[in-house]
């Protein structure tokens, strides 16, 4: 990215001061001004040092954890926006899901994923009926068993709701207010970030559903 007058106005207005160290938070001695850095530098550093958290995340990154590594008043979307740019022929991609950012392979490559056993283990082991159950559940938030069960027409097995839960993919939501209040299920964040959605509203309309045959079950 050039560093035009628009952008060099982005370092414009930062506190100089040296930060004030703290035992409670190790992160005070990192640099985040860059001072002693050209603009462009500057600007290449911080992108860098967004990849390397996105790199070590395993879940979705929120912006204000972003800011605390680039300067005071940086825009971390732009940040986001010359990263993604800059990734572009690459085989993964940057992807917004569940309020955060996460790195995400590239769908094109996924055959390769799954041809390469080792990392196909690490991989979701979803059926279709799993895939249903997760639809259902995601539109009908917070839902019970006895929920599903009207639903699909037949009682749904604690094993894959504890085998959904396991994955993280489901959580347990409020009781019921009925007698016995019975346990509610409800969908994660790394449900979100499984089928890479932002969040619940972005979840396929009655229409896609249709196409996706999963309709008439969730």
Known sequence: MSMDSESGNRFRGSDMRP???????????????????????????WMRRIEAVLFASASPVPREDLARIVGQGTSVDLLLEDLAADLEGRAFEIAMV???????????????????????????????????????????????????????????????????HAQG????????????????????????AAFGLESLRDLPDAEQLNDAGLAARA
């Open 169 to 192: 993919l489901i959580g347990t939501g409020p009781r019921a207010p009925r007698r016995g209040a019975p346990y509610t299920f409800v969908t994660t964040d790394a449900f979100l």
């Open 19 to 45: 930060e004030r160290k703290s035992k409670d938070r190790p992160e005070a001695e990192l640099d985040r001004e860059l001072l002693d850095l050209p603009p462009e530098l500057r600007w290449r550093e």
């Open 98 to 164: 569940a309020g955060g950012w996460m790195f995400r392979t590239r769908p094109v490559y996924a055959p390769a994923i799954r041809a390469a056993a080792d990392v196909g283990d690490q991989l979701l082991d979803l059926n279709e009926f799993d895939v249903a159950i997760l639809a259902a559940i995601a539109y009908h938030q917070p839902i019970t068993r006895d929920g599903l069960k009207d639903i699909f027409g037949k009682e749904i097995s604690r094993d894959l709701i504890g085998r959904l």
